[in-house]
């Protein structure tokens, strides 16, 4: 079975300041890859995806990903960040299984509240 | 526009009474999702279906029943079997297949007391 792990509940950070939120994820397959964010009481929104090639994703408001097979991560980061980015983000996994798909399952991690102070 | 519609925003129920949240989407999408939300948990699937009339169960799919009788519409029922129902429900819907986007609905927040 998959697991998501983000390593950091919570990040505050001031407005301008870069930003790195943690996820290690553990599967004895591949996986595609997701971050998504959630604002105050909404569903979630997809960020960023990683689904093959270039191990470097990118979302149009300015944060990235990067895919590291060896240390099964995707950590997401931004260079600087916005009072507007405050918000609960989520790393998550879909399995591919033998015939190279995915039913779509997601496995999610607990979230990480990023706060961003003036 | 289309979207994800879940309706009530909030709900509140005693102890003991079943209660079936609603799911709809006007995307055409054929697969749709039930993830429970509780803080510090992330979320957890608890059922999903691929096509109409078909659905499995997620992990953590004990004390809820779903139907699929249209593609658009997802039903989930929280049983009065749920020992601890009181949580935010998401719905969500994709193309299909797990390298598409999962769009998510508004949620339900669910009191259970």
């Known amino acids: 079975a998959q697991s998501v792990t983000q390593l950091d509940s919570q990040v505050p950070v001031f407005e301008e300041a870069p930003v790195e939120l943690r996820c290690n994820y553990s599967?004895?397959?591949?996986?595609?890859l997701f971050w998504y964010v959630q604002y105050p009481n909404q569903g979630l929104q997809l960020l960023l995806k990683?689904?093959?090639?270039?191990?470097l994703v990118e979302s149009i408001n300015g944060f990235e990903a990067e895919f590291n097979k060896s240390q099964t991560s995707f950590h997401l980061r931004k260079p600087s960040v916005h009072i507007s980015d405050t918000a609960e983000y989520f790393c998550a996994v879909s399995v591919i299984n033998a015939g190279g798909t995915s039913y779509g399952k997601l496995t999610f991690g607990q979230g990480t509240i990023l706060t961003v102070h003036p | 526009d289309g979207g994800i519609t879940q309706s009530p925003k909030y709900l509140f129920r005693k102890e003991g009474q079943n209660v079936t949240l609603s799911c709809e989407q006007n995307?055409?999408?054929?697969?749709m999702y039930w993830y429970r939300q509780d803080p510090g948990q992330g979320l957890r699937l608890i059922y999903y279906?691929?096509?109409?009339?078909?659905?499995q169960k997620g992990d953590i799919a004990e004390g809820y029943s779903v139907s699929r009788e249209k593609k658009e519409s997802f039903p989930l029922t929280v049983t009065s079997a749920q020992k601890n129902p009181t949580a935010f429900y998401l719905c969500?819907?994709?193309?299909?297949?797990?390298?598409?986007?999962?769009?998510f609905g508004p949620g339900t927040r669910l009191t259970v007391t």
């Open positions: 990683y689904l093959s090639g270039s191990t």
């Open positions: 995307l055409n999408h054929d697969a």
């Open positions: 599967s004895s397959v591949s996986v595609y």
């Open positions: 279906s691929q096509i109409v009339n078909d659905f």
């Open positions: 969500a819907s994709s193309i299909g297949g797990g390298a598409y986007e999962q769009y």
